[in-house]
């Protein structure tokens, strides 16, 4: 089964305190990252460092990816890029055992080093989506599209208007005239 490329392996880096390897790559995004209305496309683009500290292996770097979305009020296309700092301490799996034997009850759920590899997939996903926009807008002041029309309303002259048709009688307003005719009698 071949591993994930979000799995960094840890083969290089010695286990010494201090010790430090950089890493550059690109890794595909996977369609989970997105929200109903942002989605990531391309590559990933990683720069990061793996340090071997006390506890584990800390994971820092930068990490820039594409997204797409629609203006929530004009549905024009939106492009942009998403840029994260991620942080993350992968904790080595006899000190998750300490630190759960002395009481902390969070560390079951801390990342942990697994064999000789890193899965940095759940902290860049987390730091991704996290910074898509909720509600995606092309701009601050979009206007939206007309109601009538359907087209973008800052590309209509500010003049633009829809002669409003003339109003069929209901069959309501036939039986009120009916009844006021009748009353009148």
Known sequence: MASSPFQLSLRDLPRRPGSAINLDLDIPAPESFATELVRAVGDIH???SLQSVSEGVLVTGSAQVAVE????RCLRAIDSEISVQPTELFYYPHRVTELVEAGD???????QVVGEAVDIEPV??????????????????CAGLCDRCGEPLDELPEDHAHEEPAAE?????ALREQLIAEQDK
């Open 46 to 48: 990683c720069s990061l």
């Open 69 to 72: 979305a629609e203006c929530a």
């Open 105 to 111: 009850e969070e560390a079951e759920e801390a990342p």
């Open 124 to 141: 860049l996903r987390d730091d991704i989506v996290s910074r898509m926009p909720f509600i995606p807008l092309c701009s601050p002041d």
């Open 169 to 173: 009688p209901s069959p309501l307003d």
